[in-house]
Antibody
Framework: QITLKESGPTLAKPTQTLTLTCTFS??????????VGWIRQPPGKALEWLAL???????RYSPSLTDRLTVTKDTSEDRVVLTLTNIDPADTGTYYC????????????????WGQGIKVTVSS | DIQMTQSPSVLPASVGDTVNITCRAS??????LSWYQQTAGIAPKLLIY???TLQSGVPSRFSGSASGTVFTLTISGLQPEDFAAYYC?????????FGGGTKVEI
């Protein structure tokens, strides 16, 4: 059974760097086709894709946030870390990490298992 | 970026209705289109991928279709648990994008 869980601060101040961790189990990041994505959702608004980290360490970022985002993996600990620099109240929302496996979905990047999400508020 | 435009944003409906939700891509995306359902306060759930393939365990009242750059999610015979928000997502581009969402409400 695949599970993911987000952790990190729930309250952060403007201009700080937000670091969120996704701890997963039930799959191996060494398998061809596997990836972990980050998606966020401001209160009452739509989902927004942020980043995608592939099994081969390839990384993709949202063009609107690419200069502020970094995603890395710690395979020894089965974790993926997202950092967002210079945060602003507009970064408030629920942040999700999610599993994808291209082998299962015609080589598409599709999120089949999601974490429960972590609510982050950016306020001074 | 490929923009995904969903309509309507709000869809009033009743139990038993058949409803259609549309997602239009700004560029060609073949059938690299997925649909998700999100019940309030809960993480999204994958319903359909490759425009029309039902994810394992998803009821058959959900279906998807494609015509060029226009994609449709159909729910045939709405059940009480189907009142939720629905999002499309394209994965044709290396930069993924979600649609703005459609809320199906009573």
């Amino acid at each position: 059974q695949i599970t993911l869980k987000e952790s990190g601060p729930t309250l952060a101040k403007p201009t700080q760097t937000l670091t969120l961790t996704c701890t997963f189990s039930g799959f191996s990041f060494s398998n061809n086709g596997v990836s972990v994505g980050w998606i966020r959702q401001p209160p009452g608004k739509a989902l927004e894709w942020l980043a995608l980290l592939y099994w081969d360490d390839d990384k993709r970022y949202s063009p609107s946030l690419t200069d502020r985002l970094t995603v890395t993996k710690d395979t020894s600990e089965d974790r993926v870390v997202l950092t967002l620099t210079n945060i602003d109240p507009a970064d408030t929302g629920t942040y999700y990490c999610a599993h994808s496996d291209r082998r299962s979905f015609n080589w598409l990047d599709v999120f089949d298992v999601w974490g429960q999400g972590i609510k982050v508020t950016v306020s001074s | 970026d490929i923009q995904m435009t969903q309509s309507p944003s709000v869809l009033p409906a009743s139990v038993g209705d058949t409803v259609n939700i549309t997602c239009r891509a700004s560029h060609h995306i073949a059938t690299y289109l997925s649909w998700y359902q999100q019940t309030a306060g809960i993480a999204p759930k994958l319903l359909i991928y490759s425009a029309s393939t039902l994810q394992s365990g998803v009821p058959s009242r959900f279906s998807g279709s494609a015509s060029g750059t226009v994609f449709t999610l159909t729910i045939s015979g709405l059940q009480p648990e189907d009142f939720a928000a629905y999002y499309c997502q394209q994965s044709y581009s290396t930069s993924l994008t979600f649609g703005g969402g459609t809320k199906v409400e009573i």
